[in-house]
């Protein structure tokens, strides 16, 4: 649940000005202000069903966009790079293999 959480949460970063009004206001209530769905639907006076749906299809349209857009599988791989940079910083044996990393954080932020 928490790595659906995290994904949930970096997938709404990415893509929640695509969102309408209320999806963006559904889903930041339920994954970064951990209501409840009975909580939300009090909130809006709707169904704990009706929210649940909401929430359930804003899910579903997040991971198309990323399946089509793969803003956060780059940010992952920039991620991972950027890691093994900093792991290589302070040792100087492997200044090269920096300059490769760098080389390919810089061809992938070029697309």
Do not use: C
Not at 9 to 17: A, E, H, M
Not at 23 to 48: A, F, H, P, T
Not at 72 to 94: N, P, T
């Amino acid at each position: 649940m928490i790595e659906k959480t995290l994904r949930m949460n970096y997938l709404f970063d990415f893509y929640q000005s695509l969102l309408t009004d209320k999806q963006r206001s559904y889903m930041e209530l339920y994954y970064l202000n951990d209501y409840s769905l009975g909580e939300i639907g009090e909130e809006y006076v709707v169904s704990r069903q009706a929210v649940y749906d909401n929430i359930k299809r804003t899910e579903t349209m997040l991971e198309e966009y990323e399946n089509k857009l793969h803003l956060f599988e780059k940010f992952q791989a920039r991620s991972e790079l950027i890691g093994q940079i900093k792991d290589h910083v302070y040792d100087s044996a492997k200044v090269l293999h920096l300059v490769e990393l760098l080389e390919l954080l810089e061809e992938g932020s070029s697309e």
